[in-house]
């Protein structure tokens, strides 16, 4: 059972078993990770969710919510992730109606010895989860694109960015 230091899956043990990577002597730092969502709808419906006229009300609110809710829950959904005491946690989405696009942009911080990704990616994939729930009753052929780490920062392995981040 090693640390977390060897190359490879390090969600794997020797023996081939699922494990959760030892963390303890990890030194603390500040981490930080930035995740994305894309939600494609038609533009009638980004129009409605853009003005906060849907079905079901405000849109956005609650995705943004749901998102900050779900960032403090990663650890218990995720199985073999830390659970974490978060510094920061929030969602912001962007509206282009003309692409019929909703952009969900979610940051999570801690310091801690283990990355904060799983909770970036857990918020930016259940706003937009929120997001197909709200508007469902107009338009059933929403389609959540892609969940995708933008940016990472802290700890042994330092920063890293996604190409074509914007």
Same mark, same amino acid.
């Given at each position: 059972?090693?640390?977390?230091? =060897?190359?490879?899956? !390090? ?8 494990? *959760? ?19 494609? *709808?038609?533009?009638? !419906?980004?129009? $409605? @969710? ?19 809710? /779900? ?9 073999? &992730? ?10 912001? /989405?962007?509206?282009?109606?003309? &692409?019929?696009? @909703?952009?969900?942009? /979610? ?6 010895? !283990?990355?904060?990704?799983? =909770? &970036?990616? $857990?918020?930016?994939?259940? $706003?937009?989860? !929120?997001?197909?729930? *709200? ?9 959540? =694109? ?9 700890? &042994?392995?330092?920063?890293?960015? /996604?190409?074509?981040?914007?």
């Amino acid at each position: 059972m090693g640390g977390g230091d =060897e190359p490879g899956l !390090t969600h794997i043990g020797p023996d081939g078993a699922a494990r *959760m990577v030892d963390v303890g002597a990890k030194p603390e730092s500040e981490r930080r990770a930035v995740a994305e969502a894309r939600v494609a *709808m038609t533009a009638a !419906t980004a129009r $409605a @969710v853009a003005e906060g006229d849907g079905p079901k009300g405000d849109v956005l609110g609650p995705a943004r919510l749901a998102g900050i809710a /779900a960032a403090k829950q990663a650890g218990g959904l995720v199985p073999l &992730a830390h659970p974490l005491p978060l510094s920061f946690a929030d969602v912001a /989405a962007e509206v282009d109606v003309g &692409a019929g696009l @909703v952009v969900l942009t /979610a940051e999570a911080r801690c310091v801690g010895r !283990t990355g904060v990704e799983i =909770e &970036a990616m $857990a918020a930016a994939a259940i $706003a937009a989860l !929120t997001v197909y729930d *709200m508007v469902k009753g107009v338009e059933r052929g929403v389609v959540i =694109e892609r969940v995708r780490l933008l940016h990472k920062s802290g700890g &042994a392995s330092g920063e890293w960015n /996604a190409a074509g981040a914007r």
